[in-house]
C-alpha cells in the first residue's frame, strides 16, 4: 500500500510577515559627530538583509566611512556613518526621507524592481569570458547592425577575465521590446559569434538572455564568481604571530613594485563563540563595504557582527560569520573564500585615464565611441553607460595597447572625434568608478586607529542603549 504523506501549506509571504508586524526603524541623526550622518536601523533579521540596506546606500550614492554591525538572533541593530559624494552630511530633509523609505521597502518582495533607466521592455544580455581589445566594439557595433538600442550598459574587467550586462531594445519595430524568442535567440547567437571568436579550444565563456537585474552590480559580481575569475588571485599559507591563519594578497605586480596597498585577507576560528572572523585590510574607496558583503552574502554565509572604518588610505573590515553550509573549517576551502573576497575588492577598481561622455542618445552611440577608441589603440577595462533624459551619459577606463598610460595627444584626437561633452581625468590605482574623496577630520582620523574587534563588543553597548524603545 502506497503511503501518502500530507504537508502543510504555507504562503509564500509568510517569510515577510514579521516585516509588515514589525517593520524597521530607520533614524538619522546628524548630532553626535561634526562630520558625518549615523544612519541607525533597528529591524528583524534575516540572511542577505545586511547586503540589501548597503545596496540602498549604494545606490543613493552615499559614501559609508564606518559601520558596526549586530545581527545575532532574530534581530539586528546596525549603524552607518555615511557622508555625500562631496563628503559632508545629509541635511536635505528629502533625502533622509528617501534613506528611510528605501530600506523599508528594501525588505519586502518587488519582483518589478529594475536598474535606473531601464524598462519592461529592456532584454538584458549576460557576457562572460576572455579579455581582449575591442570586445565591446565588436559587440555594440553587431547590435546597431542588428537594430538593437542600448539603453544602459556595465562592464568590469579582472585578471584577463571580463563580464558585461547590456540592456537592450528592439528598435526593428514591436515598440521597442523584443517580444519573439527566434529575434532574441538570433541577437544572442550573433553576440556569442564575437565573444568566441579569439577563444582558445575550451576555453570558458557565455552569453545568456535574461531578464533585467534589479542590482546590476551584484549580478557582475555573480557572473566573474561563476567565471571564476578569483581563480588568478595570488594565495599564501601564513603562519606569523601577527597574521595567524589563512591570508591572501592581492594587487597586479606592477602596484607591489610601486609599494601601493593591495588586499589582505585573513580567516580565523574563534572556538569559544563559534565564529569564522574574516579580516581584510585593503585601500579604501567607496563600494568597498558592498563589494564584501556581496561577495560573503553569495558565499552563504551569515554576518552576525562587523566593524568597518579606516586610517589614511586603508580600509579595515573585520567580520564575524557562520556558514549556512557547514563549517570553515579545511584550508582549502579558507584558500577559496579568501581569494573570493580578494576578487571582490578588486574587480572594479580602475585605474588610468578615466573618460567621461554626455551627448545625444542615438542609436548606434556606444559603437560609435567604442570603435574611436579601439582606432586610436585604447583598450576599455571598465564602463558604464545609461541615459539621463535625452543624453547618453557615460563613463570609460582606458589604458593603451601596451598597459601603460594614455598619450596627451592619443587623448586629444579622441576627444575631437566624438565631440559632445567629455571629460578626462587620470585616475590612480585603487579607485573606483566615480570615487571622490571624502573629508575626514584629524579628530576622526584618531578614532580610526583601532582594534577591530575590541571595537565591536564596546559598540554592542552603544548600540543596545541608543535602540530603546521608545
Given amino acids: 500500500m502506497m503511503d501518502i504523506t500530507y504537508t502543510p501549506y504555507i504562503d509564500p509571504d509568510f517569510e515577510f510577515l514579521l516585516e509588515r508586524i514589525h517593520p524597521p526603524r530607520v533614524s538619522v541623526d546628524n548630532d553626535i559627530y561634526p ?56 541635511t536635505d530633509q528629502n533625502l533622509i526621507h528617501q534613506i528611510q523609505e528605501a530600506i523599508c521597502k528594501s525588505r519586502l518582495p518587488n519582483k518589478e524592481a529594475r536598474p535606473r533607466g531601464v524598462s519592461a521592455d529592456h532584454v538584458a544580455f549576460e557576457m562572460t569570458g576572455l579579455d581582449r581589445p575591442g570586445l565591446m566594439s565588436e559587440m555594440s557595433a553587431v547590435l546597431a547592425e542588428m537594430d538593437c538600442h542600448i539603453s544602459a550598459a556595465v562592464a568590469w574587467t579582472h585578471k584577463g577575465r571580463a563580464a558585461c550586462i547590456i540592456y537592450v531594445e528592439d528598435t526593428s519595430g514591436n515598440a521597442g521590446r523584443m517580444a519573439d524568442p527566434a529575434r532574441a535567440a538570433q541577437v544572442r547567437s550573433h553576440l556569442e559569434n564575437v565573444v568566441e571568436a579569439h577563444h582558445h579550444e575550451d576555453e570558458r565563456h557565455s552569453v545568456t538572455l535574461a531578464s533585467p537585474s534589479p542590482h546590476t552590480e551584484r549580478r557582475l559580481h555573480q557572473l566573474m564568481a561563476a567565471d571564476r575569475d578569483y581563480d588568478q588571485c595570488c594565495s599564501c599559507c601564513n603562519g606569523n604571530s601577527e597574521w595567524d591563519g589563512i591570508n591572501v594578497y592581492g594587487g597586479c605586480r606592477k602596484e607591489q613594485r610601486k609599494g601601493q ?36 552574502t553569495d558565499l552563504n554565509f551569515v554576518v552576525h557582527h562587523a566593524a568597518i572604518g579606516s586610517q589614511g588610505s586603508t580600509a579595515f573590515q573585520e567580520y564575524y560569520i557562520t556558514d549556512k553550509n557547514g563549517t570553515l573549517e579545511t584550508d582549502s576551502e579558507k584558500h577559496r573564500v579568501t581569494k573570493c573576497l580578494v576578487a571582490a575588492t578588486e574587480r572594479r577598481v580602475s585605474h588610468g585615464l578615466r573618460l567621461k561622455i554626455c551627448t545625444k542618445n542615438r542609436t548606434g552611440l556606444l559603437s560609435d565611441v567604442t570603435s574611436v577608441l579601439r582606432e586610436n589603440g585604447l583598450s576599455i577595462t571598465g564602463a558604464e553607460i545609461g541615459t539621463r533624459g535625452e543624453n547618453a551619459v557615460g563613463t570609460f577606463y582606458l589604458k593603451d595597447a601596451t598597459g601603460e598610460d594614455v598619450s596627451p595627444e592619443t587623448v586629444e584626437v579622441v576627444r575631437r572625434e566624438i565631440g559632445g561633452r567629455t571629460v578626462f581625468e587620470n585616475v590612480s590605482p585603487g579607485t573606483s568608478p566615480e570615487s571622490t574623496p571624502s ?32
Fill in 439 to 470: 573629508r575626514t577630520s584629524s579628530g576622526e582620523e584618531e578614532r580610526t586607529s583601532f582594534s577591530l574587534r575590541g571595537l565591536i563588543w564596546s559598540q554592542l553597548e552603544w548600540l543596545s542603549g541608543n535602540f530603546k524603545p521608545t
Fill in 261 to 296: 596597498i593591495g588586499t589582505h585577507v585573513k580567516i580565523q576560528r574563534c572556538k569559544e563563540t563559534g565564529y569564522s572572523i574574516v579580516t581584510v585590510r585593503s585601500r579604501d574607496r567607496p563600494k568597498l563595504l558592498f563589494d564584501t558583503v556581496c561577495a560573503l
Fill in 35 to 90: 562630520d558625518c550622518s549615523l544612519i541607525m536601523v533597528d529591524s528583524a533579521n534575516k540572511h542577505g538583509v545586511l547586503l540589501e540596506m548597503v545596496q540602498v546606500l549604494t545606490d543613493l550614492d552615499l559614501l559609508i566611512s564606518k559601520s558596526y554591525i549586530s545581527s545575532d538572533g532574530g534581530w539586528l541593530m546596525d549603524v552607518f556613518h555615511v557622508t555625500d559624494q562631496q563628503g559632508y552630511k545629509l
